[in-house]
């Protein structure tokens, strides 16, 4: 039942994370450098979006029928709707749900219907739909106005990952195709952004740690908790040293773009990994000292 949830929850968080960082990257930060993106290529990435939107629902829904079997201890209760109904009645977490389910349902009409609107208003909506993941989990421990200031930290860190995660999802699809856009200026304002990204990061990481665990980092250093977040912590050293070399390489004279396309693509495996971390580090109890 727990490793469900962690798979329910590492597909959810990337999907919904993806939404955001993608529509943003295209709706807002680089929409002038993607004048020249084709229109095939678009619709391309617009089918995958609205694959991501269903997967977002899809796991959202499972995610809901596992607390609920969860909480009940028992798999039966995870189709049972008197149970479910329960724990959407009931429970903080079901309350959030709620809206949370409603914004995936939006976000996959919008995916498929499309409206002229459509870029700018799936964006308002997977922003939303992020939002609404930060009282999930550790996020719902404090009340009061602990609690508050920790789930706004949390939406802070979100929002740097969803940046940072869907920028690298955008430059993996320029590098792969033959696209007529400006790689090199992509290249160069999105590691420019890095910096403030990361250290958005790593500032609301270390606030979230401290909040949960009573310290820098959670003791023992080295089991449970610690152990799962020293993963993540060397996975993420790991994109920033890519990012460092994707830097270098869109500075060089020559754009070797067969080796960006391997650094960007590993880049992202990385990635992949630091969220499955996060996944598990949401089921484990931080060990409040």
Excluded at 57 to 86: F, G, K, P, Q, Y
Excluded at 122 to 151: E, F, N, R
Excluded at 191 to 207: D, K, P, Q, W
Aim: glycine fraction near 10%.
């Amino acid at each position: 039942m727990q490793d469900g949830l962690i798979l329910c929850r590492f597909m959810h968080f990337g999907a919904v994370l993806l939404l955001f960082g993608v529509g943003l990257f295209r709706s807002v930060l680089f929409a002038s450098y993607l004048s020249s993106f084709e229109t095939g290529a678009g619709r391309r990435l617009d089918r995958s979006m609205a694959g991501l939107a269903c997967l977002a629902l899809l796991s959202a829904v499972t995610w809901l029928m596992l607390t609920a079997a969860n909480m009940a201890d028992d798999w039966h209760d995870a189709v049972s709707l008197e149970t479910i109904r329960s724990v959407l009645a009931h429970t903080f977490f079901g309350h959030v749900w709620i809206l949370h389910l409603i914004l995936c349902l939006l976000a996959v009409l919008l995916a498929l219907l499309g409206t002229r609107l459509r870029p700018r208003l799936c964006l308002l909506v997977s922003t939303l739909m992020l939002l609404t993941l930060s009282p999930v989990g550790h996020g719902a421990m404090y009340d009061g106005a602990p609690g508050q200031l920790l789930i706004f930290n949390q939406m802070l860190h979100l929002i740097g990952v969803g940046t940072w995660l869907g920028g690298l999802l955008m430059l993996a699809v320029l590098l792969i195709g033959d696209s007529a856009v400006d790689l090199r200026a992509v290249l160069l304002r999105f590691s420019g952004m890095g910096y403030g990204l990361v250290a958005l990061i790593v500032v609301t990481g270390m606030i979230n740690v401290r909040a949960l665990s009573g310290a820098f980092w959670p003791e023992p250093a080295l089991s449970g908790f610690g152990q799962v977040l020293a993963v993540k912590v060397g996975m993420v050293l790991c994109m920033l040293t890519l990012a460092a070399l994707n830097r270098s390489l869109a500075r060089g004279s020559d754009l070797r773009v067969s080796v960006l396309r391997i650094s960007v693509l590993f880049e992202c495996l990385f990635g992949a990994a630091a969220l499955a971390a996060v996944s598990l580090l949401g089921t484990l109890p931080p060990m409040l000292v």
